[in-house]
């Protein structure tokens, strides 16, 4: 049997600077050095100094795990530390996520990590949870397995065709981004989920329940309809994720905020607030 050899920093470069779409001209003149020099590197003719693979990276946006992979494969140290979130140096991390999450309640809001495992999340998410099975909610919970399972809360979604699209369009841009083998593997299995029966009468025109027609509302983006305990209720996702990460597990995470997008939604939760 024999071995791939591992890919040299050249290669590397070559691959990220193409996956951006740029030219060796144009990463040069970002980056403030020359095209010649920019071809010498990834041909292996010239070793870039630390600095610069750093550099280069900052401007082809290389995620941060695959910045350490680069510096290694140049003959250098890793700069970012990879740390556990339950080690005793990210308890100021942990904290304050917990506080985050307890303080945007009732709305919901949850923090989740490259693979879109559920870090922590709040009363409001765990809410929109009730009555999953069991099945869904053991082990690492995901948030794209929890909401586009057939079983899960897709066929409690009133625009499952469009959130649905939405959800998986955002994890082909982030897989396009960092080619991450798990997170395509989680694609491949989400995207693979039947469609429930009750996504085919989509919206809020024909919803049985509620007192009334669905009043109309000028949204500001796509909201996410879902149903609880005979409510509509709508949402507009906002995600968050920390500036200028210097840890792997840090860049990963990503805290996603359900903002209530009409007057009706927020007057159910903040009745159903302690």
Known sequence: MTTAAPLTVGALLRTWRERRGLSQLELAGRADSSSRHISFVETGRSRPSEEMVLRLADHLDVPVRDRNALLVAAGYAPRYAHTPLGDPSME???????????????????????????????RGILMLMEGLPEHLLAGPLNAMRLTLHPEGLAPRIRNLREWRGHLLAQMERQIALARSAPLRALYEEVAAYPLPATAEGADGADWPYGDGPVEAVAYLALPLRIEHDGHLLSFVSSISTFNTPMDVTVAELAIETLLPADPATVKYLRSLAP
């Open 92 to 122: 100021v991390l942990r904290e304050g996520l917990e506080r985050l999450l307890t303080g945007y309640e009732p709305y919901p809001a949850l923090v989740v990590d490259a693979t879109y495992e559920v870090v922590a999340a709040n």
